[in-house]
């Protein structure tokens, strides 16, 4: 958990470190919604530090209940985004064989 909230904590740094380019490029607009976007993945990140395993459990329990909608939404892009960085992996292994059958 502890790790999982530091991963979320340097997320939202990241977000909220591009704020100023998106409203450079985009708008104010934009950068606002990043800054916001930040603001909540950092919350999120001390809200599960401050919670035990079994009470994650719960409140996603009772998360579901409330947003079913939402949550498959959720699931939905966190298993893409999962897909695309296992794809990802591959092809680049991949590119490593073929330099080292070049190699060869």
Do not use: H, M, Q, W
């Not at 919604?33 to 919350?43: D, F, G, V, W």
């Not at 035990?52 to 939404?73: K, Y």
């Not at 893409?80 to 591959?90: M, Q």
């Amino acid at each position: 958990l502890e790790r999982s909230a530091e991963a979320l904590a340097n997320v939202g740094k990241l977000v909220g470190d591009t704020a100023v380019g998106l409203e450079e490029r985009l708008g104010p607009e934009y950068g606002d919604y990043a800054r916001r976007a930040a603001e909540a993945i950092e919350n999120t990140a001390n809200s599960i530090a401050a919670k035990d395993a079994d009470e994650l459990i719960e409140d996603t329990r009772e998360f579901v209940r409330r947003s079913p909608g939402v949550a498959i939404a959720g699931a939905a892009i966190v298993g893409f985004a999962l897909a695309r960085l296992i794809k990802s992996g591959l092809d680049s292994g991949r590119d490593d064989d073929d330099d080292r059958d070049d190699r060869a």
